[in-house]
């Protein structure tokens, strides 16, 4: 065979970023198409960084005294109509169980699309005490949403992701666990996935439905458009109230609960792609990268090469490093290509001359450039390197992220600011008239406010006095 | 609140195992029942032994050279249609989404109670060249299998699982793959789970729909019934045929791969609490235990006590310990009664005489034998004392298992046999209707066959000449 053969094409990132997406979702093995419309498959290369993402978060929930447990899949329709506001959000988009056991089932069932209403139920039935409080679960699981458009991680019918779910005895306690959770999430954004976030509340049309109150992590992606990595909710009493959270409170009284629930998704992994990504296909960065180190032998035919390669594989798998030699029958060239595109965060060649000087070549992928290494204490050097690099590529990310969050205050200037692919901060009423006219003429909806920042004096849109600072954006 | 309150109730576990069992699972908050009919909860001390048996269970697989993915839920009706034993094993329980997104479905789709249809679907997309072979990959997931009668972990309609699958490019290889899975789940069996077990291959009858030749691993309960607690199963070409899974050889001509699928689900912790627990409840495996150590400070009021105890705790818990000091404002024996009940291998009783001494008391759920340990290299003596714990329950419970093996050579000895809670080895022809007889008189079923042990000369049911040896059980 050919090496041309092998050459993988993709898309130009900046003529076709869409095409682009979908050539490295699918060339580089992360996912394929599931059997049904808007279903995804997630192939080894895909869920090995899953697998990293479940294992840094899954700590993080723990430290902050969470408990996994798992809920059913199927809830009964009628939970959905309990909560007023989340029946309305979220009943489009069930899937429907209606036979089973060969039978026609007496009350259909709803594929979860979130489990607030059978956690709720649970809940209900496991809380009596202030003792019992407060409770603090997650579970890891699929959920469904049946979507229109569909994209590989970004939007597909049945997704991964984990759902916390806590209740408390007072508002205080429950926001405060709201934007407890908010940050957890913000700190493994920016220090796991090397991802730059904004966060803040959502106004209320944008707002999780049943919620009093829904907080954002917003990430900005390589087209300028906004990708929502996660958000945390502050229920109040919404839920308790439609599923008779209540618990006796030290002063003898029966009072309902207060309730959050937060969420993220392999939507993440979306997130990591565009943000990071270039013309070659992925960068990972090495907190998450199935491989952090790919060893590339050179001139294997001279002897001694894969040897010494496997015994370099050993030392850095020893000292904690996903190192891997690659002993395919192929040409080094097409190995550069194949690893650059898959986004492995350094690759290591050595060849029969570099033996002879005691070094190897090391190139980093996320700048692409590439010197030549001792190999005496290569585990140390490349244990710093990929520390180097995991928080040079957030330095990187926000560097370019922030070069464009423009400010406006007209509507033409947040329209302007879109079409230059921007974050635009603006001014705003608060009224739902001026956030759809945003819509409707910038294609741009309010990802998060921002009124820390100071709020300015007028709405961008209509000219009245401002009530919120607002980060509009076009989003995924 | 007076103590009574607290002693919680458990059925005689000689007089009624199957409430005690019931009693068992919900005291100690392992499961709930869930809001749907024949589901259940999965509550975080129950997750948490998932939890340890999939961290134990991944590292195995992936050292046997498996990866993991992750494949849709929802599978086309159709799908299972192609392969014809397996539509016949698996239509009658599967439950079926009819309506989506507000719409009919134009074809109903199956949950999926297994999902070889929809890998097989992937495989026939991702395998051209013997050089794509073997695959191995793994998933954890839900599945759903609708039962008439259910019960929490040993049959519900949703369980969590893991089902791995493979394809090969000969027979050979595929069939070594199944018996190195099967002998990968009884390792970890045996030496996590402190379960014997009998392994063999299974009958046409109890085979899995769809395979060549299904493999079981089969544990002894404390009542005589066997538990199913995981299967491996070589599937021919069955399936690579019904799903067009095709390779190039080496020899440049197209052939179809063979398949293989092995399966455990979170029926092992009813194998677990029906294997080691007694009447005051479970006696949890350490390597499995959520908690392996519970300190319980005796008369706080004296000062310094738990002061002691969290040192002692954050001692073993460096040392890799799972440790929790219970400072609940409750009584010491109701501590007692409550993590005996919940299994924990070990407890620890400190007082301010032990803390004069230098001592505490250590009391082992397994044996009941309390001793006075010296608190100079506490997390030394209790890394020992753990692990002998651990290797003398699977002794225990092996001794326990072998003494209920008899063999018979008549009907009426299968019968009586297992009316004393008892395996049965026996002869036997091979015909389907001396199987059928088995399961009418003694409402028992071939677990395994154990031809390796030497055949009887006749069949025990017929009298004609045997062509295996069967272990014949209950079973659940």
């Known amino acids: 065979m050919s090496e041309k053969q092998f050459v993988k094409e993709i898309a130009d990132i900046n003529e076709n970023f869409t095409q682009w997406y979908t050539d490295v979702v699918l060339k580089t093995e992360l996912v394929d198409y599931g059997p049904v419309k808007g279903t995804m498959v997630i192939r080894p290369y895909g869920y090995a960084i899953w697998e990293n993402i479940q ?8 430290e902050a005294g969470s408990k996994n447990a798992y809920f059913p899949l199927l809830i009964p329709m009628s939970f959905f109509t309990k909560e007023a506001e989340h029946v309305e959000g979220f009943a489009p988009e069930v899937a429907v169980v209606t036979h089973a056991g060969g039978a026609k089932l007496e009350e259909p069932l709803a594929i979860r699309p979130t489990s607030e209403t059978v956690i709720g139920t649970m809940y209900s039935k496991w809380i009596q005490s202030y003792r019992d409080l407060p409770v603090i679960m997650n579970q890891w699981c699929n ?5 229109k458009t569909t994209r590989p991680f970004l939007r597909t019918s049945e997704f991964l992701w984990q759902e916390g779910h806590t209740v408390h005895a007072t508002e ?6 709201t934007i407890k959770m908010l ?8 220090n796991t996935l090397a991802l730059p976030v904004f966060t803040g509340r959502k106004t209320e049309k944008e707002k999780f439905a049943g919620a009093v109150a829904t907080f954002g992590l917003e990430a900005m992606m390589l087209d300028g458009k906004s990708l929502q990595s996660g958000t945390s909710h502050y229920l109040g009493q919404n839920f308790s109230k439609a599923f008779d959270i209540k618990f006796l409170d030290k002063d003898s009284t029966l009072k309902h609960g207060y309730t959050t629930s937060w969420g993220t998704s392999t939507r993440m992994i979306g997130a990591i ?31 001694g090469v894969i040897e010494k390669a496997k015994e370099l594989e050993a030392m850095l798998v020893k000292a904690g490093i996903r190192a891997e030699t690659d002993t395919r029958d192929m040409s080094p060239g097409w190995k550069f290509n194949e690893w650059e595109m898959k986004g492995v965060p350094v690759r290591i060649e050595i060849g029969p001359r570099d033996i002879e000087n005691n070094q190897v070549m090391v190139m980093r992928r996320d700048t692409l450039e590439k010197t030549a290494v001792s190999m005496d204490n290569l585990d140390k050097t490349l244990e710093e390197l990929l520390e180097v690099i995991q928080k040079e590529m957030f330095v990187k990310a926000k560097e370019r992220r922030d070069k464009k969050v423009v400010e406006a205050d007209t509507l033409d200037g947040i329209l302007s600011g879109v079409e230059a692919q921007n974050f635009v901060k603006a001014g705003w009423c608060g009224c739902r008239e001026c956030e759809d006219k945003v819509k409707e003429v910038a294609s741009a909806t309010a990802r998060v406010m921002c009124d820390e920042e100071g709020i300015p004096e007028k709405c961008a849109i209509c000219g009245k006095p401002a009530t919120h600072k607002v980060i509009f954006a076009r989003a995924y």
């Open 55 to 62: 294992k840094d978060m899954d700590r993080r929930f723990k």
């Open 143 to 147: 959920v469904m949403r049946w979507e």
């Open 172 to 177: 205080e306690e429950a926001m405060e666990e």
């Open 183 to 190: 940050n957890v999430y913000k700190d493994f954004m920016e």
């Open 273 to 303: 792609i565009m943000a990071h990504g270039d013309q070659r296909g992925l960068v990972l960065p090495p907190k998450v990268a199935p491989i952090q180190v790919v060893i590339v032998p050179i001139a294997v035919h001279k002897g």
